[in-house]
Nanobody, 123 residues
């Protein structure tokens, strides 16, 4: 099993920045990909960004490309999501996920999930 704990959410004005963190523990050697998803109540969970644990290749949703950056610190088993130029439309609960496969974009392909952290962007 892998445990994921997110932190860093909060309230920020439009145009501001936040950095989310996701610390992984447990059987982290089994992880090949990690990703960030977000979800509004009543809507499907949406892919935001992903990173391949081995080669560090990164992937982004078109809605956040150029504004968000995903990165990882292997020594700390931690993945970060730096969110710049935030917009009210970025308001959602953000979830960290880890997967044993190399698939990046689909929530169903991830095996472990954090509890979520709320991000609210005011206009």
């Amino acid at each position: 099993q892998v445990q994921l704990v997110e932190s860093g959410g909060g309230l920020v004005q439009a145009g501001g920045s936040l950095r989310l963190s996701c610390a992984a523990s447990g059987r982290t050697f089994s992880i090949n990909t990690m990703g960030w998803f977000r979800q509004d109540p009543g809507k499907a969970r949406e892919f935001v960004a992903g990173i391949n644990w081995g080669d560090r290749s990164t992937y982004y949703a078109s809605s956040v490309k150029g504004r968000f950056t995903i990165s990882r610190d292997n020594a700390k088993n931690t993945v970060y999501l730096l969110m710049n130029s935030l917009k009210p439309g970025d308001t959602a609960d953000y979830y960290c996920a880890a997967g044993r496969s190399n698939t990046i974009y689909y929530a169903i392909d991830y095996d472990y999930w954090g509890q979520g952290t709320q991000v609210t962007v005011s206009s």
